[in-house]
């Protein structure tokens, strides 16, 4: 599984900044206001050969001291128990504070990396400063600049060196065993639709958002078919800041994708379809996992006979990135359809495994070019040689082509559909990469 690196620390020392900028990316809301960051972003990051995911955990909002106090807490601990390796940011110019000081203390108690980042040090004087911070009882810290870039090589470098090596599997690494990780917001059901399948109740089920407990892989055999099913626990302890239960959903959802073959989404048919819903299925789709959506709680919906068409058309249009998914409506609580569940694992297991002969999949391809030419570029007319299929789990092809900036986003979607049009893929990605050949 690939490590996860949470940045945490207090309001406004640059977290989104220093974030954006391991992740060469502006998807984060960065203003100077404290507070601004409302949602949990994460990102893929790339260093000296090594992959993570970046967690930016956002400041925590102002409200009483008690609330603060909490919600330190809560977040430090989410980080502590998901994460590999910890970045405490602090501001190397207003020094460190009471808040700096308590966040430390408790990462002090892990056994986990904790890197100190002493952030906005753009003068050499700044960065003499930043030994101030050698009081948190975490080492030397790093005195970056995550506005300018200065000194962050230096501590990607020491992010990767502090990252496990790589961990062997968890699971059985039995090809015959499917394993499917049920994967969604707190709440919608996941434990209940696990419990149904294993006609038992294993795991704790309440309504109270992220009651699950600690839950164990568990094993089933159906026929002669072997899974695994992966449960995404909650937290540990009640807590009523929500945005905290949330995020720790998040994370302890990319661990359950990270183990598993196929990702039962499960979205709760009351709420529908939620920007969390749509985080954690992107997740999925680029980490290149088979995916069945579940509408569950279907029995608590007034219908008429164009709700089911209406709802799917909603989910098709909100979740249009994994519009090869098929998708049931369920009812834990009933379990209406709920076995269909398993019936689409295995079709979508089956479906990734799919290979295409090079002849067949060159003469698609040709008769795709023929029907719909790729469109030119500054004159310039991209040509395509031949395809081959690389790899399956997802299926995965190379096109070799005369100069791959040429491709268009618009024409290799186009080669997708056709694709999918001929060949059966319900449920799985598919990867097409474009190699330059050689003397083209």
Do not use: C
């Amino acid at each position: 599984m690939d490590p996860l690196v949470a940045i945490v620390g207090r309001p406004n020392v640059g977290k989104s900044t220093l974030f954006n900028r391991l992740a060469q990316t502006r998807s984060a809301i960065v203003e100077e206001l404290s507070g601004v960051t409302r949602d949990r972003l994460y990102s893929r990051a790339y260093w000296n050969g090594r992959e993570f995911v970046l967690i930016d955990t956002g400041g925590i909002v102002p409200g009483t001291t008690d609330k603060i106090e909490e919600s330190i807490k809560i977040q430090a601990e989410a980080a502590i128990q998901e994460s590999d390796v910890i970045l405490l940011v602090v501001d190397v110019r207003s020094g460190a504070n009471s808040m700096d000081i308590e966040i430390a203390q408790l990462l002090r108690k892990t056994k986990k990396p904790v890197i100190l980042v002493a952030n906005k040090a753009e003068t050499m004087d700044l960065h003499i400063q930043a030994g101030e911070f050698y009081q948190l009882g975490l080492g030397e810290p790093i005195a970056v600049s995550a506005a300018h870039g200065l000194n962050t090589g230096d501590l990607l470098d020491a992010i990767v060196e502090r990252m496990p090596k790589r961990e062997e599997a968890e699971l059985p690494d039995d090809e015959s065993i499917i394993k499917v990780a049920f994967a969604g917001r707190p709440n919608v059901g996941k434990s209940s639709l696990v419990n149904f399948l294993l006609g038992q109740e294993r795991m704790i089920v309440t309504d109270i958002p992220g009651t699950t407990r600690d839950a164990v892989d568990s094993f089933k055999v159906v026929g002669e078919d072997k899974y695994i099913f992966i449960d995404t626990a909650g937290i540990r302890r009640k807590s009523k800041v929500f945005e905290s239960v949330e995020y720790y959903s998040v994370l302890r959802a990319f661990r359950a994708i990270e183990k598993s073959d196929i990702v039962v989404m499960v979205i709760d048919s009351v709420e529908e379809v939620t920007e969390q819903d749509k985080r954690i299925a992107g997740y999925a789709h680029e980490k290149g996992k088979g995916i069945v959506i579940a509408v569950n709680k279907w029995d608590l919906i007034d219908k008429d006979n164009r709700t089911h068409k209406q709802f799917l058309e909603n989910i098709r249009k909100e979740l249009v990135f994994i519009s090869y998914a098929p998708a049931v409506f369920v009812s834990a609580l009933t379990g209406q359809r709920v076995q269909n569940i398993l019936d689409l694992v295995k079709e979508v297991s089956e479906k990734r495994k799919t290979r295409i002969s090079t002849g067949i999949l060159n003469n698609l391809i040709r008769e795709a070019v023929a029907v719909s030419p790729p469109p030119s570029s500054k004159g310039k007319m991209l040509k395509i040689y031949y395809a081959t299929q690389v790899g399956d789990k997802p299926p995965t092809f190379i096109m070799f082509v005369n100069n791959p900036k040429l491709v268009h986003f618009s024409y290799k979607r186009y080669l997708e559909n056709q694709l999918r049009e001929a060949f059966d893929f319900t449920g799985t990605p598919i990867r097409i990469f474009f190699r330059e050949r050689k003397g083209s």
